[in-house]
């Protein structure tokens, strides 16, 4: 189903009695059985919470969201969308959690330590991902061009890294924690913490009230911890 160009307004869902929520299949966000997963899970909470049939949209890979019109196909995405300033000229986001970001690389590999240590490397990337226009701003402020491996999705970057498609690559600290990856490493030069969001319509009105309203209560009443 294709929703109107225009994104819907808070009035529209509930009188429909259906939220469509963009989602990715990744460690973390979504199962492939479509069963749990955090970010999942906390919008099947929100939808039941109001009243609301969930309905997912499946994307394939992050670019989607941020190209063409997501919103004339769902109403919100409930995905592990780092906050950046690029995004936010495209949609308002609602902040869902913290997460560092780590820069890993498999064991028995040199440590990276330093930007030169990061020059002599082939960095796995998701092309228009938050790790990508990180390297990319790195390449601007300190005047190096690295060499990347680009994989077709974010959830395929550490397989991509295991059977040796590049060196290197980061990952979010909540999607590490549920992996099981004994020959991977931490490296010491990047690692930050960035905000993680829910994104919404710039024209969203009502509907991004409701989902602020909402996380902020799963944080009190940790609902979060649940998810």
């Known amino acids: 189903m294709l929703l109107p160009l225009s994104a819907r307004d808070w009035k529209e869902i ?24 955090f970010h999942y899970q906390l919008a099947k909470e ?24 997501p919103f004339s196909e769902v109403d919100f995405i409930a995905d592990n969308l780092t906050i950046l300033p690029s995004r936010e000229d495209k949609m308002d986001f609602v902040k869902v959690l913290e997460s560092k970001q780590f820069l890993i690389s498999r064991i ?3 440590p990276i330590r ?18 990508h226009e990180k390297f ?23 397989n991509d890294l295991l059977t040796k498609k590049g060196t ?9 924690a549920s992996m099981t990856a004994p020959n991977l ?23 991004k009230a409701q989902i602020d309203s909402f996380i902020s209560k799963a944080r009190e009443e940790n609902t979060m911890e649940k998810a």
């Not at 990319?136 to 974010?154: C, D, H, N, Q, W």
């Not at 960035?194 to 509907?207: F, N, P, Y």
Request: net charge neutral; hydrophobic share 35%.
């Open 114 to 131: 330093t930007v030169s240590d990061l020059k002599h490397q082939v960095i796995i990337v998701t092309k228009g991902s938050s790790y």
């Open 14 to 37: 509930k009188e429909s009695k259906t939220v469509y929520v963009g989602i990715r299949v990744v460690p973390g966000v979504l199962d492939e059985y479509h069963k749990s997963g």
């Open 46 to 69: 929100f939808a039941k919470e109001n009243g609301l049939k969930l309905k997912l949209v499946i994307m394939t890979n992050i670019c989607e969201y941020f190209e063409g019109s």
């Open 108 to 110: 028995g590999t040199t």
């Open 185 to 207: 490493q931490l490296n010491s030069l990047i690692n930050s913490v960035d905000d993680i969001g829910w994104g919404v319509s710039k024209e969203s009105g009502e509907l």
């Open 136 to 158: 990319m701003a790195m390449e601007k402020l300190y005047g190096v061009t690295f060499t990347y491996y680009f994989s077709k999705r974010t959830c395929d970057q550490v």
């Open 168 to 176: 290197t690559t980061l990952i979010d600290s909540n999607i590490f």
